[in-house]
């Protein structure tokens, strides 16, 4: 297992690439099974969960090709299991469900475990799948899903308690292309993410309104065809390199972003004191640390709300932002792991209840910390990145899941950070 040993410090300058969204490429990836024809992904970031996908899509029978960040998959041929052994490393390979179930007319699956962000159940999935027909049966940790005689189109709510769900849009979208008649998916994500998906579909042959909105309209058709498509930036790594470049920067550019997709994290990142200067395009932004700080009252909810996948690095900035900050998790009230570790740091931060209050701290310490997930691995780099001495981040392969090599674009800015084997 593989560490992260950051000396605190450095002054970050200089530009670096934002790779294709991981989050929008894992569905897209699994779309692939909907067509025998040859689909060519670019831009899929290299991260271990893309990697997990394309072995669950091999393990399924598909050809698949990767060669830097373009992915080829031809699914001629495709079996209706997925592998527990690879399914249960990744809960977004649930996204396997709804393109096999269109496809085969009956899917397998592993139920997701827990995990560490919070409960994430999949009732609303298999709610809208049962929608369009299907029948649905749990045994042995296996959920199997069997439509013997095709989906049929329906209205589905996919409203939750924490409001609509990304992925679970995404499997009765995908199941919805080849159902016949009309799907009307109401309370649906309207993530970039989503979109993204949607358009790839389109590409293919489908026939979907409204995606990117809370109405989806789909129509469904007989068959889909091969596409090339290009990846979305990824909204969260851009928005991690913002909050690296606001805690430890003096002028960080950042390439191929997208700007509508960053307007929460830039009016956070702006309202804390810091500048971000957007190219006209929309597509570059620099962002320049600010002199006069202030903290923050943020709350996630689902887009074009702030992120829940931001919320770990946007408190890792404000532990050292003058003042009290209020940070709520609405949609993953348990997603706040990383608060233990930073405190390890010197932060002073109390979590009730799903909401984390923070009192900014002149200056963190390192301490040996241990990344939890992803996005709060990410948190931990951050405030190392400002922290006195070197702080030694193990459990690497939480980072390695969703952010490609980030030692490498940290090194380029010039952070001082070394990635260690762990013996
Ligand atoms: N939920 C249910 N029932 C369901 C599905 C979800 O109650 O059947 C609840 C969840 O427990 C949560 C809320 O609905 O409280 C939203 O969850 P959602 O289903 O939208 O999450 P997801 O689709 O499984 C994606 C991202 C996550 C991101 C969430 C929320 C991918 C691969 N994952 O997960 O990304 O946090 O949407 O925006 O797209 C990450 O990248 O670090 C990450 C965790």
């Given at each position: 297992m593989d560490k992260l040993v950051v000396h605190g410090g450095a002054t970050l300058r200089g530009s670096i690439n934002i790779s294709g969204s991981k989050n929008a490429s894992l569905p897209i990836l699994a779309a692939a099974?909907?067509?025998g024809e040859d689909c060519i992904i670019r831009r899929v970031p290299d991260v271990s969960d893309t990697n997990y996908m394309i072995q669950i899509l091999s393990a399924l029978g598909a050809d698949v090709e990767r060669s830097s960040g373009t992915v080829r998959i031809s699914c001629a041929e495709v079996i209706d299991e997925a592998p527990y052994e690879l399914v249960?490393?990744?809960?977004?390979?649930?996204?396997?469900m709804g393109p096999l179930l269109a496809r085969k007319g009956r899917c397998v699956v592993s139920l997701p475990g827990g995990c560490v962000i919070g409960d994430r159940p999949v009732d609303l999935h298999l709610r809208g799948l049962e929608a369009l027909g299907a029948k649905v049966e749990f045994e042995g940790g296996n959920i199997t899903l069997t439509a013997p005689n095709g989906l049929r189109g329906a209205e589905i709510d996919l409203r939750g308690t924490h409001g609509p769900t990304v992925l679970g849009t995404d499997n009765v979208m995908m199941a919805a292309t080849l159902a016949e008649g009309i799907t009307v998916i109401e309370s649906a994500a309207a993530e970039p993410e989503v979109l993204d998906l949607a358009n790839f579909l389109n590409a293919m042959g489908a026939k979907i309104t409204?995606?990117?909105?809370?109405r989806i309209v789909i129509e469904g058709v007989k068959e889909l065809h091969g596409v090339e498509h290009t990846v979305i930036p990824d909204r969260i790594e851009a928005g991690t390199f913002m909050a690296a470049a606001a805690l430890a920067g003096d002028g960080v550019t950042l390439r191929r972003v997208c700007r509508e997709h960053l307007k929460t994290i830039t009016a956070a990142i702006v309202q804390s004191g810091h500048r971000v200067d957007f190219n006209e395009a929309g597509d570059t932004c620099t962002v320049y640390r600010g002199e006069t700080l202030q903290g923050l009252e943020i709350s996630t909810a689902p887009y074009?709300?702030?992120?829940t996948d931001m919320q770990a690095q946007m408190t890792a900035l404000l532990v050292t932002t003058p003042g009290i900050s209020v940070i709520k998790d609405t949609?993953?009230?348990?997603?706040?792991?990383?608060c233990a570790e930073l405190k390890r740091m010197g932060a002073d931060i109390k979590v009730d209840n799903g909401t984390a209050v923070v009192r900014g701290v002149a200056q963190l310490s390192a301490a040996p910390v241990m990344a939890s997930d992803l996005r709060a691995s990410a948190a931990l780099v951050l405030a190392a990145l400002t922290a006195k001495g070197a702080t030694e981040i193990s459990r690497l392969y939480h980072i390695d899941r969703g952010y490609e090599h980030i030692d490498e674009k940290l090194l380029m800015l010039g952070a001082n950070v070394e990635r260690v084997k762990d013996r």
């Open positions: 099974i909907l067509t249960r490393r990744m809960r977004a390979s649930i996204c396997v409204g995606a990117g909105t809370r074009p709300a702030y992120p949609i993953f009230p348990q997603r706040f792991m990383h």
